[in-house]
Nanobody
Framework: VQLQAFGGGLVQPGGSLSLSCAVSGPPWQYYAIGWFRQAPGKEREGVSCISLRDDKTGYADSVKGRFTISRDNAKRTAYLQMNSLKPEDTAVYYC?????????????????????????WGQGTQVTVSS
C-alpha cells in the first residue's frame, strides 16, 4: 500500500484547509486510515481516524468539532477537512493505513493512534497556521 498526502499550505488563524490522502493498492489490505501530525520539537500525535469497515471515526480532543475525516471509496482517497485552524495546528500532517481490524471501531482515545498498528505511511504535508 502506498499513500500520498497533499493539500497543506499556509493559512491564517480561523481559516480552513482540506488535506487529501490518496491510497494505492488493494483496499482489502487495510481496515482504517489515520491522520497524524508532528509539530516542531514535539512527538507525532494522532489526529483522526476512520474505519473502512463501518465508517466509525475518531478524533483527538484537540481537534474535535473543528476537523472532519471522510473517505471516497471510488477514489481511494481520505480527506481531513480542517476548520477554525489555530497556530497550534501547525505541523507536518501524515496519513497512514492500518491492518488492525478494530483500530478505529473498537478502540477509543489515544489507543486508536498506536503507531505500531499503522503499517504504511505517506510522506507528510506541511500545514502552517500563521498571520
Amino acid at each position: 500500500v502506498q499513500l500520498q498526502a497533499f493539500g497543506g499550505g499556509l493559512v491564517q488563524p480561523g481559516g480552513s484547509l482540506s488535506l487529501s490522502c490518496a491510497v494505492s493498492g488493494p483496499p482489502w489490505q487495510y481496515y482504517a486510515i489515520g491522520w497524524f501530525r508532528q509539530a516542531p520539537g514535539k512527538e507525532r500525535e494522532g489526529v483522526s481516524c476512520i474505519s473502512l469497515r463501518d465508517d466509525k471515526t475518531g478524533y483527538a480532543d484537540s481537534v474535535k468539532g473543528r476537523f472532519t475525516i471522510s473517505r471516497d471509496n471510488a477514489k481511494r482517497t481520505a480527506y481531513l477537512q480542517m476548520n477554525s485552524l489555530k497556530p497550534e495546528d501547525t505541523a507536518v500532517y501524515y496519513c497512514a493505513t492500518s491492518r488492525v481490524p478494530e483500530v478505529c471501531s473498537y478502540y477509543t482515545g489515544k489507543s486508536q493512534y498506536t503507531e505500531e498498528w499503522y503499517e504504511d505511511w505517506g510522506q507528510g504535508t506541511q500545514v502552517t497556521v500563521s498571520s
